[in-house]
Nanobody, 128 residues
Framework: QSQFVESGGGLVQLGGSLRISCAAS????????VGWFRRAPGKEREGVSC????????NYADSVKGRFTISRDNAKNTVFMEMNSLKAEDTAVYYC?????????????????????WGQGTQVTVSS
């Protein structure tokens, strides 16, 4: 089965940092842009960031711009997201998925139905 396996989530203090990962399982992500998404309690799943297949282009939701950094290691078939200056509103389950092309759409407002290979997610909880 082709899907991502997310890891690295946990409990972190307000203002702290965390690095989460998602490893592609059962397929090679080399030819695809990959996005990070999150679903906070009581809210719809939303796009957070996206990285092109080569890693030379990224985009972010306004809510995380300047605080989160997406990166990828194609040799390890893995995508990362470094999250800094965490806020309570960053508490959510974080997921990865592939876009059907090499370059990213604008991660804000894009239909999530166009992404595939969703993983089970990793929980990030920011506490005060």
């Amino acid at each position: 089965q082709s899907q991502f396996v997310e890891s690295g989530g946990g409990l972190v203090q307000l203002g702290g940092s965390l690095r989460i990962s998602c490893a592609a399982s059962g397929f090679s992500m080399v030819y695809y842009a990959v996005g990070w998404f999150r679903r906070a309690p009581g809210k719809e799943r939303e796009g957070v960031s996206c990285i092109s297949s080569t890693g030379d282009s990224t985009n972010y939701a306004d809510s995380v711009k300047g605080r989160f950094t997406i990166s990828r290691d194609n040799a390890k078939n893995t995508v990362f997201m470094e999250m800094n200056s965490l806020k309570a509103e960053d508490t959510a389950v974080y997921y990865c998925a592939t876009w059907y092309g090499r370059t990213c759409p604008n991660v804000q407002g894009v239909s999530l139905m166009l992404f595939s290979s969703w993983g089970q997610g990793t929980q990030v909880t920011v506490s005060s």
